[in-house]
């Protein structure tokens, strides 16, 4: 007779992390979430610099707004995975023989390890004239602008929530001097209830505008990101 066996039994193959002296729980934590998340294994697999790169490939198959020939910007962009994907699928090197080629500009505060098929620049986006450097750099106007920021962390949720709706709002008034007309917008935002009036902006500045939460954002993370299709042009909108 075969000796049965419960499912207690069967090995834990998730990894646990030990408490060392001198770290904190919640970066023990962290660590442990890190080690046992597919997402971390497939960027380290895949030659990506981060998980987050999942998240823009996530939000490309369900938009497609990283078409061959796209000009990209990338706002604070280190350290660099969300220009990984935009030079594969705006064919910035030039691989897809009978494709436009695009172009991927990122920007970051920091000094960004270069990425092949893609032109990194040390800039604040908000500083004065950062619009018109951008379209000087891309060669006229982009077609994506696209941002995965987020404030340093205050550890107050609601302060948090401000912050980054805050950068993402500065983020869309980038996007609203350098877009084409029929360009894309995408940011990171944290839900929380600050962003109303952000939607309503871009809901008179675009003819779409959805709010999404890719799988590869934790389940437990309050971010989703704002997609925001088929930019009107300042004219349209009544601006000069």
């Known amino acids: 007779m ?17 408490s060392a002296r001198g770290r904190k729980l919640s970066s023990t934590r962290w660590l442990e979430r890190q080690l046992n998340d597919p997402y971390v294994k497939r960027a380290r697999d895949e030659g990506y610099r981060g998980r987050a790169a999942f998240k823009i490939l996530e939000l490309d198959d369900k938009y497609r707004f990283l078409k ?8 604070g962009c280190a350290p660099g995975g969300w220009c990984q994907v935009a030079v594969t699928r705006v064919n910035a090197l030039g691989e897809k023989a009978g494709k436009p080629v695009g172009r991927v500009l990122g920007l ?15 800039l604040d986006f908000m500083e004065d004239g950062a619009d018109d450097k951008v379209k000087d750099w891309l ?21 948090d929530h401000l912050r980054i709706v ?29 962003e109303g009036g952000l939607q309503t902006l871009l809901k008179q500045r675009f003819e ?13 993370s309050s971010e989703k990101f704002v997609v925001a299709l088929g930019y009107r042009g300042r004219s349209e909108a009544g601006e000069s």
């Open 139 to 159: 060669g006229g106007p982009a077609d994506v602008v696209m941002s995965d920021m987020a404030a340093a962390s205050s550890g107050h949720k609601q302060t």
């Open 2 to 18: 075969a000796k049965r066996t419960s499912g207690r039994g069967q090995r834990d193959l998730r990894v646990k992390v030990k």
């Open 68 to 75: 061959p020939g796209a000009r990209v910007v990338d706002l």
């Open 208 to 220: 779409k505008v959805a709010n999404v939460k890719p799988p590869a954002s934790r389940a437990d």
């Open 166 to 194: 805050a950068l993402c709002e500065a983020a869309s008034e980038l996007a609203f001097d350098v877009l084409e007309p029929g360009g894309t917008f995408v940011a990171k935002v944290l839900a929380g209830g600050a």
């Open 108 to 122: 970051d505060l920091q000094e960004v390890e270069p990425i092949p098929g893609a032109e990194l620049h040390q």
